[in-house]
């Protein structure tokens, strides 16, 4: 595993108007678009778009959405935040592991997704 999450020199994201957005690495306040809460001592926060998860990847710790939680603790190894739908009340947060994260790519293997392919991701960022 690595200090923090990165992306694939070959990945690409889309938002929903045909914009590409790059990673910023690593996040500085002065880098993350307005919303954004990011500070030494936590992960970084960041609006539900695709330029908040530009910003996001590089950090050791962060989270999509929910603007009035406390952005991430940093922990020994890197971390993300996903949260639920929410649709029984408040929307919990969950805690990913890099390594959790990481796994998840060989169940897309499985379903024939990897280097190459092209793959619409439909909903929210903060339900990743």
Do not use: Y
């Amino acid at each position: 595993m690595t200090a923090s999450f990165r992306w694939h020199p070959r990945a690409r994201l889309f938002d929903s108007a045909g914009q590409e957005h790059h990673p910023d690495s690593p996040p500085s306040p002065h880098q993350v678009e307005e919303g954004s809460r990011f500070s030494k001592a936590s992960g970084i926060l960041c609006p539900d778009s695709a330029p908040g998860l530009a910003a996001a990847i590089g950090s050791p710790a962060f989270r999509i959405g929910a603007p009035d939680q406390p952005p991430p603790d940093l922990h020994a190894r890197p971390v993300l935040e996903t949260l639920t739908s929410g649709s029984t009340g408040q929307p919990r947060r969950i805690r990913r592991t890099q390594a959790s994260w990481t796994a998840s790519f060989a169940v897309n293997a499985g379903f024939g997704i990897g280097p190459g392919a092209r793959v619409a991701t439909l909903g929210r960022l903060i339900h990743s």
